[in-house]
């Protein structure tokens, strides 16, 4: 069985500062790796995956992800956050070839501040 | 555009009372989820139905059952509300890699 653990519950920055959110897994198996963000008062959206190929993943708004098997980490970054990045950020985890399900991780509130 | 709806956003039911949380995707996806979301636990699994009047539990699905009779449609259903299952229930639908949520639905339990 798969696990998640996002290392940090609640990340406070300055807007324009750096920020890493991290995830970390535990995976018998090959695994396909996700980051889902929730802005307030909405539901899940997908903001970027890794299935195979290259390690660094690229979101459409700047975000981006590396897959480190050997540490077995997904860690999210982005080197410039704007106020409306102000959202929870999830990690999640599937078996490749496996199951359906997802399991993910308990989330990192991420507030970016003026 | 991908779609996945739920049938109320806001929810007040009493204990004991026979809940329905309804969910349409319009993506003719075959695997759809239920999911509770409560503050530091993240996302738990309820049921799962990956076709239609096929269904598996989760993590969690005691205290709820669940009902797919068409393809587009995934109800979960609380027998008995109670207390412990105020929590916003989150739906999704699936394609080959990536899930796709509903917006949620907050349910209390008085």
Redesign the interface.
């Given at each position: 069985a798969q696990s998640v653990t996002q290392l940090d519950s609640q990340v406070p920055v300055f807007e324009e500062a750096p920020v890493e959110l991290r995830c970390n897994y535990s995976s018998s198996v090959s695994v396909y790796l996700f980051w889902y963000v929730q802005y307030p008062n909405q539901g899940l959206q997908l903001l970027l995956k890794y299935l195979s190929g290259s390690t660094l993943v690229e979101s459409i708004n700047g975000f981006e992800a590396e897959f480190n098997k050997s540490q077995t980490s997904f860690h999210l970054r982005k080197p410039s956050v704007h106020i409306s990045d102000t959202a929870e950020y999830f990690c999640a985890v599937s078996e490749k070839g496996g199951s359906e399900k997802l399991v993910f991780g308990k989330g990192t509130k991420l507030t970016v501040n003026p | 555009d991908v779609k996945?709806t739920q049938s109320s956003r806001y929810l007040v039911k009493r204990t004991g009372e026979k809940v329905f949380l309804e969910c349409v995707q319009d993506m003719d996806h075959e695997?759809m989820?239920w999911y509770r979301q409560d503050p530091?636990?993240?996302?738990?699994?309820i049921y799962?139905s990956?076709d239609v009047k096929m269904k598996e539990k989760?993590d969690i699905p005691e205290g709820y059952s669940v009902s797919r009779e068409k393809k587009e449609r995934f109800s979960l259903i609380l027998e008995s509300a109670s207390t412990n299952q105020t929590s916003m229930y989150?739906c999704?639908s699936?394609n080959i890699?990536?899930?796709?949520?509903?917006?949620?639905t907050r349910l209390t339990v008085t």
């Amino acid at each position: 069985a798969q696990s998640v653990t996002q290392l940090d519950s609640q990340v406070p920055v300055f807007e324009e500062a750096p920020v890493e959110l991290r995830c970390n897994y535990s995976s018998s198996v090959s695994v396909y790796l996700f980051w889902y963000v929730q802005y307030p008062n909405q539901g899940l959206q997908l903001l970027l995956k890794y299935l195979s190929g290259s390690t660094l993943v690229e979101s459409i708004n700047g975000f981006e992800a590396e897959f480190n098997k050997s540490q077995t980490s997904f860690h999210l970054r982005k080197p410039s956050v704007h106020i409306s990045d102000t959202a929870e950020y999830f990690c999640a985890v599937s078996e490749k070839g496996g199951s359906e399900k997802l399991v993910f991780g308990k989330g990192t509130k991420l507030t970016v501040n003026p | 555009d991908v779609k996945v709806t739920q049938s109320s956003r806001y929810l007040v039911k009493r204990t004991g009372e026979k809940v329905f949380l309804e969910c349409v995707q319009d993506m003719d996806h075959e695997n759809m989820f239920w999911y509770r979301q409560d503050p530091g636990l993240g996302l738990r699994l309820i049921y799962f139905s990956y076709d239609v009047k096929m269904k598996e539990k989760g993590d969690i699905p005691e205290g709820y059952s669940v009902s797919r009779e068409k393809k587009e449609r995934f109800s979960l259903i609380l027998e008995s509300a109670s207390t412990n299952q105020t929590s916003m229930y989150l739906c999704a639908s699936r394609n080959i890699y990536e899930q796709y949520f509903g917006p949620g639905t907050r349910l209390t339990v008085t």
